[in-house]
Every structure is written in structure tokens, then in C-alpha cells.
């Protein structure tokens, strides 16, 4: 059966994955097996359960299929349905020397080689965690891969100081620091285990393992169950990748993966957007189309004329609809939460766009160390960080090799870089421009307000002699509302300026561009894979910098009262 996450909907279901660490060497591995038999029973019972048809939770099992532990873990939860997420510290074939190595005789060898095969056949992913250096410090990432992934532990330790680099203990000691829940089997003590961070000392019994907190599913739930977007103009450029062939060929699997769950977060960021800025901007005209009509029943009531008493009912009745207006607006804006799923949906694209162009530079599980290089470590909800880690963990793999690298860096250079230089260049264009209209518009209805102050004031002089009458040219109760009138409009554009911070966003992609183009320029310099690599990481970090700024700066301005 097709996993949902990849059923070509966008749809992101969870993975509940248990993660496996301990020591390859079992003096009795039956007595073992019958405790891991129990634990993960117990670790199901805790767990999130299967989930819903909008939000489906996947078992998965994360395991390096070494030796001992590794491998009775593993079989246990795929004998019960579990997807296999293999983490190797080495390329397949180097890792069976080890295999061979360990073993006392070749039969022994052989047997575990072929146990190895058989449960890798099983695997729905596989990724090589970097393996230069020693071998210590290559069992350590992957030991260090697999707690990242998991979302709780299931460790084999006897408790004992590890003889060496990247050993049982290293990694459990990496797992507490990181506060992940942990079930520790004691095979020293026979039916026995330890179970930490599942919850609170004061609780009397072990909460629940939450994948994500409440607040953080619902939104899931809602990404998940918004009307899905067909694909339209808005496709990105990857989805027509004009990479050479054969390259070309082994990567269109990875675009065909990515391009529903882009589609899907692109088309609610923009839904969202629309749905926040009309209602944002329709704000303001009707703040000051209320103070306008409070300011009419105001003035014609001071004055000797005074109004009918129908206008003025219709004036108190259209400003209070006027002000209530108002606030359903923010209500509905608040509870749709136009603005929080605009930003969200947005940064989720974002990472997708740029996943792409990783996995084009063959970029593997370095992403999930990488952090924002911007004012906040990682402007996302809680939802989106998840749905990203559980996209990115069902890629197809794509093989770059050295024969690769200009083609990757011309495509990489023009349609990753090139292509964020064009919208930056819009941005500044488009912000300049709007800040410069926006701001004649508001000096205009200054000015002119200040004009109609003057001839009100004049006129007040003048009323009282014998001098020509500026009323007969201006009626006083019109020439006092439109120099209160004109000043209000001036203030309420003003105030529209403030609230989109046109300079800000003009300013940043200035600046934006300068750094891109250096960018562009090391990525030029890079004449391997690793090199490619550490280029499209550091790009990534950067865009990402660069979204946290935005969401920075954006998320202070939800649908609020003008002022």
C-alpha cells in the first residue's frame, strides 16, 4: 500500500518513529528479543496511535540494522507493519567488511550479511550518514542521525562508560541532552528496563508520546484538509528542470515527489495572503470613513443649522455599522487565522523550493542540522518544522557524482540564485515604487487639508466684519468638515505606510542581492560535490536567514485597529 504522504495530494501524514541504539554484542540475544517483545508493546501504548484519514501516523522503526540490538529492534516492529528507515554509517559494501570482521568464522560472517540483506530489501529509505574520518566517528553520526529522527528511543545498554568513541553510551548520553523519551533495556538485569522523559516526576503515569503538541496537529490537520491546488502558473521553475540528460532523468523523480506537497503549501500561502491583505488594506478606508461621519454629526450640530434629524440618524447609524465592520473583520481575520497560516504555508514553500536544489547537490541528512542564519533560529510553527522533516525523510535519493558538478552548478547558479536575484530586484522595485505613491498621496491630502485649514481660519476672521464673506465661495459647515477631513485621510494613508513597511522590505532585498550575487560567485569557484554541497548549504542557510528577517518583520502586523 502507498504511503499517504507520497499519494500525489500534498497531504503530509506523521511517522511515529522509534529509534534504535545499543550493543551489537548480546551474551543472551532470545532473552533480549522477549524484552524488546515487551517494550515496544509498551512504547505502542504510549504512542500517538494510527491517527485519521486528514492526518494518517505511519510505525516506523529508524535503525542502522548493525549487529545485536540493531537488527531484533528492527524486525520486531517490521513483523508488525512498521516502515523501515535504514541510517548506515557506510556505503553498503563497506559496511558488510564490518559484518565480516566482526564475525568469529565465516559462517557466522555470512549468516549476518544475509540477515543485513534481508532487512535492508525491507527498507522504504535509506540515506549513507557522512563517513569520512574514523570509523568511530562514523557510527557516532549515524548514532547521532537516528535520535534526531526518532521520536523515541528503544536502547540495549548494559549502563557502562562505552570503551570507545561513537559506543551505546555516547548516543544515550546524546539522547537525554536532547530530552528525547527513552526506553532502557537492562540485559545485565534480565526483564527489565527503565523508562525516561516520558513525562513528569509528579505524573503518576506516563503521558502519551505527542508527535505534536495540540495547537501544532490542528494546523497540520488544517494544511492537510484545505481544498487541494491544482498545478498552475504558480509551479516553480524546478518543476520544468532544464538540467542535461542523464541527470535530468534521475532527478525528475525527486521533482515529481516534491512538486504536490510546493503546490499544496504555495496555494494556501497565497489563499491566505489575498484573504489577509484585502481585509488589512479594506481596514483603514473604513477607520477613517467612521471618523468621517462622527466628525459630520460633530460639526453640524455645533452649527446654527444644525442637521435634519434623518441625516443624522444615518450618520450615527452608517459610523456605528462602520465601526463594527471593523472589529467582525479582525474577529473573523483572527479566528481563520488568515495571518498566521499566510506566514506558515509560506516558510513550508520556501524550504520546498530550496529542498530541491539540495537534493540536486546532493544534500542528505545535513538538513536536518541546518539552522537560520536570521534575527529568529526558525520562524515556523511547530507543524511546519515536522512536515518538512517528514517529506524530506521520504525523498527519492539522487546519485551526484564529480561528473555532475557543472551541470548542477549552471543549473543552481540560474534557476536556484539567478532566480532569487530576479525577485529581489521585483521586491525593491515594487516596494520603492508603492512607498513613493503611497507617500505623494498623503502629503497631497495634507497639503490640501492644510489650504481648507487656512481658509477656515480666515473665514472666522472674516465672518465677523464687513470684508467678503468666504462663505459664499466655501458654506462654513463644508469648509469646517474637509479641513478635518482631509488631514484624517492623509493620516490613514500614512498609516497603511506604516503597516506594510515598504522601505524595510525594500531595504532588505538591497541588500539581499548584494549577498546572493557573492553567493553566486563561490558557487562558481566549487569544482567537486563537496564543494557543491557546502555552496548549496550555505545558500540555504542564507535564504533561510533572509525568510526568518521577513517573518520577523511581517508577523508584527496582524489584523489589528488602525491607528
Known sequence: MASP??????????????????????????????????????VI???????????????????SLANGTDRIVAK?????????????????????????????????????????????????????????????NAYYRAGIAVVDRSDVVITVWNGQRAKGHGGTAEIVDYARSVAKPLLWIRPELGHHWTEERFGDDSDEEPRPISLLSPSALQRLHA??????????????????????????????PFVDFALPFYLRADGQARRNQSRHRRASVALYPIAVAAVLCA????????????????????????????????????????????HEQWLSCR?????????????????????????????IADPSDEWVSRAFIEIWSRRPILAVGDADVGSVQRWLAQEWIDGQIGYHHSVVKRASRNELVFRRVSLLFFALGAVFTALHTIELFLSGGHSADLTQLFPDDLLSFV?????????????????????????????????????????????????????????????????????????????????
Open 295 to 338: 466628525a459630520l454629526q460633530l460639526m453640524f450640530v455645533a452649527s446654527q443649522s444644525g442637521l435634519p434629524l434623518l441625516a443624522s440618524r444615518v450618520l450615527a447609524i452608517a459610523e456605528s455599522m462602520l465601526l463594527i465592520t471593523i472589529l467582525l473583520v479582525i474577529i473573523v481575520g483572527s479566528t481563520s487565522r488568515w
Open 45 to 63: 501504548a504510549l504512542g500517538p496511535g494510527a491517527g485519521d484519514s486528514t492526518t494518517p501516523v505511519e510505525l516506523t522503526v529508524v535503525s
Open 76 to 136: 520486531e516492529l517490521v513483523d508488525r507493519g512498521a516502515r523501515l528507515e535504514v541510517i548506515l554509517p557506510f556505503p553498503e559494501a563497506e559496511y558488510r567488511k564490518d559484518f565480516e570482521a566482526e564475525a568469529e568464522n565465516a559462517v557466522e560472517a555470512e549468516g549476518s550479511i544475509r540477515e543485513f540483506d534481508d532487512l535492508l530489501s525491507k527498507r522504504a529509505h535509506c540515506v549513507v550518514t557522512d563517513s569520512r574520518g574514523s570509523k568511530d
Open 347 to 375: 516558510y513550508l514553500a520556501e524550504r520546498l523550493r530550496s529542498s530541491v536544489f539540495l537534493a540536486a547537490a546532493g544534500v542528505g541528512e545535513e538538513v536536518h542540522g541546518l539552522r537560520s542564519t536570521g534575527l
Open 5 to 42: 504522504v507520497v499519494d500525489g495530494s500534498g497531504r503530509v501524514s506523521l511517522s511515529f518513529r522509534v529509534g534504535v541504539t545499543g550493543h551489537r554484542h548480546l551474551e543472551h540475544p532470545e532473552t533480549v528479543a522477549a524484552d524488546v517483545h515487551d517494550a515496544v508493546d509498551r
Open 223 to 252: 494544511f492537510n484538509g484545505a481544498a487541494a491546488t491544482l498545478p498552475s502558473a504558480t509551479s516553480p521553475p524546478f518543476a520544468d528542470s532544464s538540467l542535461p540528460s542523464p541527470l535530468h532523468t534521475r532527478f525528475q
Open 483 to 563: 479641513s478635518v477631513a482631509l488631514p484624517t485621510i492623509a493620516a490613514g494613508v500614512g498609516a497603511y505606510i506604516a503597516h506594510r513597511e515598504f522601505a524595510q522590505l525594500a531595504n532588505r532585498s538591497r541588500h539581499m542581492v548584494a549577498r546572493l550575487v557573492e553567493s553566486r560567485r563561490l558557487l562558481e569557484q566549487a569544482d567537486t560535490v563537496m564543494r557543491i554541497r557546502r555552496s548549496a548549504i550555505a545558500i540555504e542557510q542564507l535564504l533561510r536567514g533572509e525568510t526568518s528577517d521577513w517573518y520577523a518583520l511581517v508577523h508584527l502586523h496582524p489584523l489589528e485597529v488602525p491607528v
